[in-house]
């Protein structure tokens, strides 16, 4: 969680088609709890004590959440959204415990809390509903819901296509599924005596179908993390990964091809990165050309596969279910 809570009100959407924005934490505990304090000021000093102590006790909530101290935040936020809960006027409270819960892997006690907030502010539904199907998305992907997902990715208005980034992250997480069975069966086909299987044990087959599934369980991470961002943070905002990531294994790199340019002729291409934490550069016939994020990414994750084969390999040779 970062700093800011989401509100359907600004950019984004949420699976209804209706936008979802951010605020900062001092703008979420004004709305929080502005309506109580205006209300109970009428009241005495007490009740607005209450109040603001409220509102300290959710930055210090989320401040503890922004850490990575979720453990920490939630005794807070239940104390929020249980004892307080009157003073919770928009709900903020409840669905950041649910939030938390969520990073906390107790996804079915982030569910009951999720639809308690649903149930008791009607106009927050269109966000819980997100977390929920974001709840769904992170168990065992079912047919019912690739096709609930196709169906709302079908509907005519704006809505299919928020659906249909969802509908992307069910297909994406059932694919590695079916080929974490693919490889499972194949392995045990290679454990057989016949010839086939003596020719898929000498081939390529069975490691290509393993780096097939790194690289997209790699890409399901990155779609999940670019998710959570676009949930919590400013569009815009970076992280993770990026043009300026070194690849792990390396304290620097540099590689050179020669490749053929057509009419006889030949191109020298040069790719180096000198520091871990040093942008890439790439060197045309001795000249400096521009990568794109999508390029520098791509040539990053690459570099990565080949540290862990090279290390392997001074390690001793291939892992075991590679032999």
Partial sequence: MSTRTTTERDRGAGPSGRSRGVITVAGFCLLTIAPAVAAQSQ????????????VER???????????????????????????????????????????LVKLG??????????????????RKPEIDQRLLDLELAGPITEDLILRLRAAAAVPDDSRFIAAMNLSRALQKKAKTLLDEALENLTRANESTSPIAHNLRTS??????????????????EMEN??????????????GTGAGAGAPG????????????GAGQSVRIEVRQDKPDDELKLVIEGKPVSLS??????????????????????????PAERR
């Fill in 43 to 54: 009241s005495g000093g007490d009740s607005v004590d209450r109040s603001m102590r409220f």
């Fill in 58 to 100: 959710s930055m210090e909530a989320t401040d503890l959440l922004n850490a990575g101290k979720a453990a920490e935040a939630l005794p807070i936020l239940q104390e929020l959204a249980g004892r307080d809960a009157e003073l919770d006027i928009d709900g903020y409270a409840g669905l950041t415990l649910g939030d938390c």
């Fill in 106 to 123: 107790r996804y079915d006690e982030a569910r009951r809390v999720f639809l308690t907030v649903a149930a008791e502010h009607p106009d």
């Fill in 204 to 221: 390529l087959h069975w490691t290509m179908l393993a780096d097939a599934r790194t690289q997209l369980a790699a890409a399901i991470a």
């Fill in 226 to 239: 670019r998710w959570q961002r676009h949930l919590t943070v400013d569009e815009g905002a970076e992280g």
């Fill in 250 to 261: 390396f304290t620097s790199y540099r590689s050179d091809w020669t490749v053929p340019a």
């Fill in 293 to 318: 994020r999508a390029q520098a990414e791509l040539i990053r994750i690459h570099q990565e596969h080949i540290a862990k084969i090279l290390s392997e390999a001074a390690g001793g040779g291939v």
